[in-house]
């Protein structure tokens, strides 16, 4: 039997590379396909060296198209961000069950991600209750999933489950703070992020999903299947490492941080590596205000 996250990662690839976006009423384009879970891996081909490259290379200068992403990315984070990420969100793991929330995130982000792409379609927010999250987080209660389920959960269940994942969601943007310094994030993704800004808005995506990202170029590069899109983070950005310090997955080589939902990003530019990957280069727009889900009581 199918898998909630298989059914989904099999519907969207049967809708192209270019299908993973939607357009809301105001003209705005935002993703519409969560994309941080594995996916099938396009065999990439490598571009061929044009005589003006020949040129180039001889002098000893490269244009975009004419690196490796190795090369490409060697350019940007000039040594591994882990230590300050780690101590950046070291607090976000502090809390046990809070921790419990990150690990659920990383291995079930994918139903919570369709629920606030969803959402937003419908214009109706994100659709989690902070009082849910809230209550959530007094009991302690355990974070269920669909998966856990071998049949179709029932009502109760599904309320569990979406009491479950507005937890995740309020904890991720509770502990979503300024990294403090600038970085360079990789988002290894099945969709064609500049293809898409060029047709909104100032080249602005809008995401009301929740983004994986990491410094480490290699580890996007598991995720999508040959799009990396490139986030030039300002120290302003909001983020929080689910990695680091004190959480369940410390030490992981895929060095995940998650830029909350709600992150507006601004299209600088795309271009093609010699190995085959699509890379768009993007900067953080603008990040929506969340206050702390222990506010609301109704």
Excluded at 111 to 132: A, C, D, R, T, V
Excluded at 210 to 237: E, L, P, Y
Aim: proline share 2%; hydrophobic share 25%; glycine share 6%.
């Amino acid at each position: 039997m199918k898998t909630f996250k298989q059914y989904i990662a099999e519907e969207e690839e049967n809708k192209g590379p270019t299908k993973g976006f939607d357009t809301d009423k105001d003209g705005n384009v935002f993703v519409a396909h969560d994309t941080s879970f594995d996916r099938k891996k396009e065999k990439k081909k490598d571009t061929n060296e044009s005589i003006i490259a020949k040129v180039k290379k001889a002098f000893g200068g490269k244009a975009d198209h004419e690196k490796s992403l190795d090369e490409h990315a060697a350019k940007y984070n000039k040594k591994d961000h882990s230590k300050h990420l780690s101590d950046h969100s070291a607090g976000a793991h502090k809390d046990k069950h809070e921790a419990k929330a990150f690990d659920h995130f990383k291995r079930n982000s994918t139903e919570m991600n369709e629920h606030l792409i969803g959402s937003h379609q419908k214009n109706q927010g994100h659709g989690y209750s902070k009082f849910q999250a809230r209550k959530h987080q007094v009991y302690k209660s355990n974070h269920a999933h669909m998966d856990d389920h071998k049949y179709f959960p029932n009502d109760k269940q599904l309320i569990d489950i979406h009491k479950s994942e507005a937890h995740v969601h309020h904890t991720i943007h509770k502990h979503a703070k300024p990294l403090g310094k600038k970085m360079t994030l990789y988002h290894g993704s099945h969709h064609d992020f500049g293809a898409a800004a060029k047709k909104s808005k100032d080249g602005i995506i809008h995401n009301p999903a929740h983004m994986s990202t990491s410094h480490d170029h290699k580890s996007a590069t598991n995720f999508g299947s040959g799009h990396v899109v490139v986030i030039h983070a300002h120290k302003k950005t909001k983020a929080v490492h689910v990695d680091g310090k004190g959480s369940k997955s410390e030490g992981s080589s895929e060095k995940e941080t998650v830029v909350p939902s709600g992150t507006k990003l601004k299209h600088i530019k795309s271009h093609k590596t010699t190995d085959g990957f699509n890379v768009h280069h993007f900067k953080v727009h603008s990040q929506e205000d969340h206050e702390p889900y222990d506010k609301e009581r109704a």
